[in-house]
């Protein structure tokens, strides 16, 4: 069945190259000390072979989506600032900023757009921190347990310590956590250690975190209990990094596991069966990058997340087409992410990527591929 784009998705996506038309350069100056820049993605999908939890054979779609962004800074000073961004997505959704335009299997998105990050920031000498609505501030390589997306609203601050050549960064932060894009409900707190240091011509870095998040009754939107249940998640992370033949290469490893202890109440609506299925990992290895014209970038990884190794509604959103609506449920999940990407500017790229999922602990499956145009302005 073809796609069937609607006139109103349409002229969502009109406007949101048109904005993206007039602003097609790196971030500019609007007036003195205010900055303004931003982002466009358009995307092909195909959701293919996908099966139910009761296996169940999914119809196969196919879906054009977008997504826009944009962001304005002012600086007060040389260390204080206050940012605040614009995007576009479902108001129920905490993890998407992507609106579907044209669809073989239902009705397109209407054209939404929500406020999500507005904070005041502060830089002085060795010393980071921010107060208000924000993306996380702890460093990741991937987004197996947390989606980049989701903006938190709380504080956070952050010190490097620094020794010879390495430098040690303490990050702490309190939040309170989305319930959907307009909603809070839910608290995390948070502690990472990061320690990066060259080696030769390479570049190790490692971190270590413990992530609290505490649950309570009536969340609106997220699925399965999310908002109610508590979890206490420690991830451990490593990456090697080093030139080979010109190019950048990385390799990468990630270790977490929930702490919780949960009964039979706690695991609902999951099975009694799954209550000790807490542990998640993610093996990867990407070559080349994307700073500069005619810049590759080949990428591979290996996930395996079990149903309580961390919060599924705070998880990427990715890897295929599991959950309801608007909100992903992707853990119980393991699988392969492939991707290739080449960059036409420095500011223009096209990324494609291909996951083979399958779930851990029943018949669902999917295979998922998709084509992003990146665009930075």
């Known amino acids: 069945m073809p796609l069937r784009p609607a006139p109103l998705s349409r002229r969502a996506v009109a406007l949101a190259l048109l904005l993206a038309a007039s602003t097609a350069t790196n971030a500019f100056t609007v007036a003195p000390n205010l900055t303004v820049n931003g982002d466009v993605r358009l995307r092909y999908e195909s959701d293919w072979d996908s099966h ?26 040389s260390a204080w600032s206050f940012s605040a961004r614009v995007r ?10 992507h609106l579907t335009f044209a669809t073989n299997d239902g009705p397109s998105d209407d054209l939404r757009f929500s406020l999500d990050r507005y904070f005041f920031h502060y830089k ?14 702890f460093w990741q390589q991937n987004e197996l347990f947390w989606d980049e997306d989701i903006t938190p609203t709380g504080v956070a601050v952050s010190f490097d310590h620094k ?33 990066t240091a060259p080696v030769d011509t390479a570049r190790l870095t490692l971190a270590a ?11 609106r939107f997220l699925r399965n209990r999310n908002g109610a249940r508590d979890y206490l998640v420690g991830l451990l992370s490593a990456q090697w990094s080093t030139p080979v033949a010109g190019l950048p290469l990385a390799l990468g490893i990630d270790l977490f596991h929930n702490f919780k202890n949960y009964s039979a109440a706690d695991a609902a609506p999951f099975p009694a ?50 959950g309801s609506g608007p909100q992903s449920d992707l853990t119980d999940i393991k699988g392969s992410e492939f991707r290739v990407a080449y960059a036409f500017t420095k500011d223009l790229n096209l990324m494609a990527r291909l996951f083979l999922v399958d779930a851990i602990t029943s018949r669902q499956d999917g295979k998922r591929f998709r084509l992003d145009l990146n665009w930075k302005f």
């Open 52 to 77: 139910t939890a009761a296996g169940t054979l999914r119809t196969d779609r196919e879906r054009g989506r977008f997504r826009l962004r944009a962001n304005a800074t002012y600086a007060f000073d």
């Open 124 to 137: 002085h000498g060795t010393t980071t921190a921010w107060l208000g609505r924000n993306s996380s501030p």
């Open 273 to 322: 069966s799954q209550t000790d299925e807490t542990l998640g990992y993610v093996f990867s290895v990407v070559a080349g990058q994307l700073k500069n014209p005619r810049d590759w970038l080949v990428g591979y990884y290996y996930a395996h997340v079990e149903t309580f190794a961390t919060n599924a509604s705070y998880a990427q959103d990715d890897w295929a087409r599991f």
């Open 88 to 97: 576009s997505g479902h108001p129920q959704s905490q993890q998407s900023p």
């Open 163 to 195: 020794h010879s050549n390495a430098t040690l960064t303490t990050t702490l932060g309190a939040f309170a956590l989305p319930d959907g894009n307009n909603r809070l409900h839910g608290q995390l707190f948070a502690a990472q250690l990061k320690y």
């Open 209 to 219: 975190g413990l992530h609290a998040f505490e649950g309570g009754s009536g969340a």
